[in-house]
């Protein structure tokens, strides 16, 4: 059996993550799909939309066989390291990694991430930034000074995609990169009909807009609360403003003193976006900040994002999904959540799960047993 990977977030679902199932389950009718997941969790330092769980239905209830669970560590690291873990899970079971970008083009994408991780680029990129201009913006002359085309990393599903070509390469895995041209704008405020995007949904949610229509399944997010930063703000400023000196330099993303400049705008500021915008600069992306604030939060620290993860959540499955998980635990990679998991790891994944509900907008209590539920669909 053929199975092609997902690293995703699905937050939410919504009909252009469809159209991707769809378009992988036709071209393969026998394979099978697996989505890794961002949990509760995401990658721009927010809490996701909806609850890991429920997410994980709506994934294969659209098409997907198996939903594991991309660690909290990787979730809110870097582009960079968000594709590293993603593609070391996948990496030893799957044959293809599907994602969207704004471009299909394989080679020039593989071609990129070749000269990403050649030792001429760091010599480009150390010359960029030294004129203190932001990583990406370096990351971008860097390679225009090496005579490629940089403007291909303008574009967020791109540099996504360059760092999964980039991670496959330098994991030496057998998988293939399968780029699918994602149509509409990932940053639109106004949702495409046929191509929403995540953020356009997100905002019709929070105005109670009708958002339903661009979601497959709409009936699996019934009843449930929204989960927004908005919402579990007084929370987050009760951390920050408690911190020591210690924890704040244990931050990942502290770097050049960023740390320091982040702790005394803690003490300081009234609100996250007072600290937020006192803590900015041109040099700093607002996505490098958001991170910095969650993981300050849930008290993830540098050395928490640079491990590995013991093991993987499974979260949802069916009959082709456990045909599926047979095959991946012979890599040695994962551990089902139902049995007994003896790691001090289960200690960061519960308090991740614990402060979720803080974000409700009415607050929920705390469900330590959400992370021992595995959802199957017959």
Known sequence: MQITGIICEYNPLHLGHKKQLDHIRANDPEGGIVCLMSGNFVQRGHPAVFDKLTRAKAALQSGADLVLELPVNAALSSAEGFAQEGVGILGGFCHKLCFGAETGDEAALTGLAKALLSPAFQTHLKAQLETGCSFPAARQRALESMGLDGKILESPNNIL?????????????????????????????????????????????????????????ADVWEGLQPHTLQAGEKAVLGRLRTMSEAEFSALPYGSEGLWRKFMHACRKESTLEDILTAVKSKRYTRTRLDRMVMCAFLGLTEQDLATTAPYTRVLALNEKGRQILKLARKSGEFINIGTSVDSPWQEVEARATALYGLFANEPEPPTAEADYRVYYQE
């Open 161 to 217: 995609a360059v760092e999964y070509c980039k991670a496959i390469l330098a994991q030496n895995t057998a998988m293939k990169p399968w780029p699918i041209v994602r149509e509409g704008s990932y940053h639109d405020t106004a949702p495409d009909p046929e191509n929403p995007s995540a953020t356009a949904i997100r905002e019709l949610l929070l105005q109670n807009g009708n958002w339903r229509s661009y979601v497959p399944n």
